[in-house]
């Protein structure tokens, strides 16, 4: 009789086991074989995050399986299923046969079967607005999107581990500071050194912060000095190497900030403050990159001076911490959970709602999107809500975050614009799709990505994403249009958030360089003050000891690095030796950070392809 090896993946998530029979029939052209019953006894089968391997005798020789029937009933305690993947192979003509076998809807030869499966994904996956004025979200969190044991566990363990450990060194010491060694005894074998706790008081480090740390997208070239920004020609001349202000922008050596997106954004208290910045920035001689003027609101007056290096050094020191403030509370509400976590998350749900698991989008998509929806779930619940982290650890609390989130998002996201525009999307770095929309009109053919690109602009009072900037507004005409679509979104799950989180701890761990919640006010002038006060006004030890704990599991990575993916559902030939040109581009470029880092001041490891993950997975 024909033999067949069957391979058998159940999913690690909670409740994917099964302990009902299983049963199989082989299709073939004009072929089918009798059913199978695969649940073995005395044997375990179907456990969760197991792979189950089978040798089976079937009736009827199938040289090639075209198509798998499988089911089971109701026998059992547990009788829900999450099938990962099946694998068949014949074992005479080596052919074999992957479940997720790709191919368009207009292709599929079920695809009544196809309709049915995505009626049922969009009541699993609704799309809601579950704070106002927010990216959209999924309305329940669906029982395969939650995290599998492992990774749960972990996460637990870990965040056990740190709030133990604040707890002892609370108790130990009390809440205030004595000195700065008081400060470095918390970064204890446990916590780790932040990297950001080696530089005191460094300008070349703030500048360098700017460029190649948590918040980098937000510098821009002076090509002339805001009308509210007090600064002037005789406050900077010291420290533009001779030039002028018009020298130094016509040589492109003139960088500011403008932080107005923070102008009016409450604060959790009427005891804290939120400042509204602009700096001002010098490329020297030396190549780097220097903080020359700092005014920490909106408008010029005698209350809101101008710092320079010049002033006293811990005026000039509290200038750059109270910017740092500012910077902080952008880079947390906006550049970390609004444009990476809540945005994609929007884009992962219309996904699944209209894109079968058999079309080359959806698994193209979905190695990005794992345990995203989860992580979203488990921070609005814990970290993003009232009592939780952002209330704990910063001065603008969740109403200071969202309130930043409704005031970007009033005017729109355009992603791929923001991409280009900031020259992190080329042309000749783009994705291959041309295997899958090789017919002329498969893609205004494709009834799935249509959905699925009206979905994705939609406005979000109408029930889409309200993604702005999309090609021909969702409507995909050609290849190139899905591709810096899709582009975008794979940049944002795995780099984007790559260079928005995994610096958290190294950064955000160091009070002196990058406070995310200051005491006190700002200074209204340059009267010189001790370093006692500085000490007054950075985070108590509970709340240090706190916003360590959260960002130390913030910037962990605990999936697998771009490229080699949890799922393995890309698996027919051409689209599996794009994927491998891929890897290898990876790894080129990954050598060029190596060599370049053996000659940098300061090694950047944080995009080096071994660093990034594939998602938004924490």
Not at 139 to 165: A, C, M, R, V
Not at 374 to 397: A, H, M, P, R, Y
Not at 550 to 571: A, C, H, P, Y
Request: glycine content about 6%.
């Amino acid at each position: 009789m024909p033999s067949y090896t069957i391979s058998v993946k159940t999913g690690d998530q909670k409740g994917a086991g099964i302990d009902a029979n299983v049963y199989i029939i082989l299709h073939g052209k004009g072929l089918q074989t009798t059913k199978v019953n695969l649940d073995t006894f005395f044997k375990s089968n179907f456990d969760r995050g197991s792979i189950d391997n089978y040798t089976v005798d079937f009736d009827v020789d199938i040289p090639e399986v075209k198509r798998i029937e499988l089911w089971h009933d109701t026998e059992g305690v547990f009788c829900n299923w999450y099938l990962d993947w099946i694998e068949v192979t014949n074992v005479e003509s080596g052919h074999h046969l992957f479940i997720y076998d790709t191919c368009l809807p207009q292709d599929d030869p079920f695809q009544k079967m196809r309709l049915a499966e995505l009626e049922n994904m969009k009541e699993e996956y609704e799309l809601q607005v579950k704070v106002p004025g927010l990216p959209a979200q999924v309305k329940e969190l669906p029982e395969n999107e939650t995290f599998s044991f492992d990774y749960q566990f972990n996460i637990g363990h870990k965040t056990t581990i740190y709030s133990e450990e604040t707890k002892r060194l609370v108790i130990a010491n009390g809440f205030h500071w004595k000195d700065e060694d008081d400060i470095k005894d918390m970064y204890t074998e446990v916590f780790g050194v932040p990297e950001g706790s080696k530089y005191f008081n460094d300008d070349a480090e703030f500048g360098r912060q700017r460029i190649a740390s948590l918040n980098s997208l937000l510098i821009s070239l002076c090509t002339a000095i805001p009308d509210k920004f007090g600064v002037t020609e005789e406050m900077v001349q010291p420290f533009l190497e001779g030039k002028t202000i018009e020298q130094a922008m016509a040589a492109k050596r003139l960088f500011i900030i403008d932080l107005a997106i923070l102008e009016g954004c409450p604060a959790k208290s009427d005891e804290v403050v939120i400042t509204c910045p602009f700096a001002l920035f010098y490329f020297n001689n030396a190549n780097h990159l220097m903080p020359i003027a700092i005014q920490l609101f909106q408008q010029k007056g005698p209350d809101n001076p101008v710092f320079l290096p010049s002033d006293p050094v811990y005026v000039w020191m509290l200038a750059k911490m109270w910017y740092n403030l500012a910077d902080s509370t952008y880079h947390q509400a906006l550049t970390h959970l609004n444009f990476t976590h809540f945005m994609m998350e929007g884009i992962c749900v219309a996904t699944m709602r209209n894109l079968s698991q058999s079309h080359p989008v959806h698994r193209l998509l979905s190695p990005h999107f794992i345990y995203l929806i989860s992580i979203n779930f488990l921070g609005l619940g814990v970290l993003v809500n009232e009592g939780g982290f952002l209330d704990k650890t910063s001065n603008g609390g969740i109403e200071g975050a969202f309130h930043l989130m409704r005031k970007r998002n009033k005017f729109g996201w355009e992603i791929i614009k923001e991409l280009k525009n900031k020259y992190l999307l080329h042309d000749k770095h783009g994705l291959k799709c041309n295997g899958d929309f090789s017919e002329e009109g498969s893609m205004k053919g494709d009834c799935e990505i249509q959905n699925w690109g009206a979905e994705i602009v939609k406005s979000r009072d109408d029930g889409g994403c309200g993604m702005l900037g999309v090609p021909n507004n969702g409507q995909f005409e050609t290849i190139d249009q899905l591709v810096v679509t899709l582009t975008a979104i794979i940049y944002t799950c795995s780099v984007g958030h790559a260079a928005a989180s995994f610096q958290q701890y190294d950064e955000y761990g160091a009070p002196f360089s990058y406070p995310f919640i200051m005491h006190g006010a700002p200074p209204k002038d340059k009267e010189p003050v001790d370093f006692e006060t500085v000490l007054k006004i950075i985070p108590n030890r509970a709340e240090l000891l706190t916003l360590m704990s959260i960002t130390k599991v913030l910037s962990e990575k605990r999936t697998k690095d771009l490229g080699n993916f949890e799922k393995q559902l890309i698996v027919d030939p051409p689209a599996i030796q794009v994927v491998e040109e891929f890897r290898e581009d990876l790894e080129n470029v990954g050598k060029t950070i190596d060599e370049r880092n053996q000659k940098r001041e300061h090694p950047y490891e944080w995009l080096h392809p071994s660093e990034i993950p594939n998602a938004i997975s924490i």
